[in-house]
């Protein structure tokens, strides 16, 4: 009988054992940050393949705040929230817009930049600012089919025309060709297409719509969105803000002519 029980204990050890190593322990001095590497120069990897870009240092910063070890784990933008509630990683740092259907499924922090939607508009058309270009009557819009500004047209312009198209290019050509008065999109787009059609389009610098961009959490991880929120207020203060300006201004200016300062300003 001894010997039966011996045997018996013997093989749930070994099984127990076996569980065991099927399973990665979670490393509590490292935190593990989701975005996707494809959005230079926020998220990116430079020609070693190392992360690179503002995310990243606000990542490494976070980290360092935390005093934990950073891991930046690169996957698609819309595998992040699935990600993050499967605990595959810790935290989002992404340039991820807060908006209320992600609400449902995650807590974020304190909003740290705000992405902005602006007007490329035809030097034609006589706008010159956001004022008249929503109250103005009848002017013309134009935008990729299913772009996010159509809807922000519809809403705020007065009597607009909404011209449709499958793609940017196409619309940013019928702009450059005065088919159209203007065209609501990214700043990086928007300084694109003016540099591409340097004598018939320019950039408003105002904001027609702005995306709060913030760190995302579990709903669960309660303690993690604190040190988040107090990291957020104190990015001046600890020099993080500094730090992202003298690396990666020169970088904004080229690409939208502003520098940090453009997104870390709600207006």
């Not at 011996?6 to 989701?34: M, P, Q, W, Y």
């Not at 989002?92 to 930049?113: H, L, V």
């Not at 019928?174 to 088919?179: Q, R, T, W």
Request: proline share 3%; net charge negative.
């Amino acid at each position: 009988m001894k010997k039966i029980i011996l045997l018996t204990l013997t093989a749930i050890l070994a099984l127990a054992t076996l569980s065991s190593c099927g399973k990665k322990e979670e490393n509590k001095d490292v935190i593990r940050v989701g975005m996707e590497l494809k959005w230079p120069p926020f998220e990116m990897a430079n020609t070693d393949g190392k992360a690179e870009g503002i995310s990243v240092l606000i990542a490494e910063e976070f980290g360092a705040y935390l005093g934990k070890e950073v891991e930046i784990v690169d996957m698609a933008f819309s595998s992040l929230i699935p990600a993050l509630e499967t605990e595959k990683i810790d935290v989002i740092i992404a340039s991820m817009g807060i908006t209320e259907d992600r609400k449902q499924k995650i807590n974020f922090s304190e909003p740290y930049m705000y992405f902005k939607l602006i007007p490329a508009v035809n030097k034609q058309s006589g706008i010159k600012d956001i004022k008249t270009l929503f109250s103005k009557e009848g002017v013309r819009f134009v935008a990729p089919k299913s772009f996010s500004s159509i809807g922000l047209v519809k809403e705020k312009a007065n009597k607009p025309e909404v011209i449709e198209f499958d793609d940017k290019a196409t619309a940013s050509l019928e702009l450059a060709n005065f088919n159209a008065d203007a065209f609501i999109v990214d700043a990086v787009t928007a300084v694109g297409i003016a540099k591409t059609y340097p004598d018939d389009v320019e950039v408003i610098y105002q904001a027609a719509q702005v995306s709060p961009v913030a760190m995302g959490m579990r709903k669960s991880d309660e303690e993690l969105l604190k040190k988040a929120n107090e990291f957020v207020s104190k990015m001046e203060e600890l020099g993080v803000n500094d730090k992202i300006r003298e690396k990666y201004d020169d970088i904004l200016k080229e690409k939208i002519g502003k520098g940090y300062e453009f997104y870390i300003n709600e207006d």
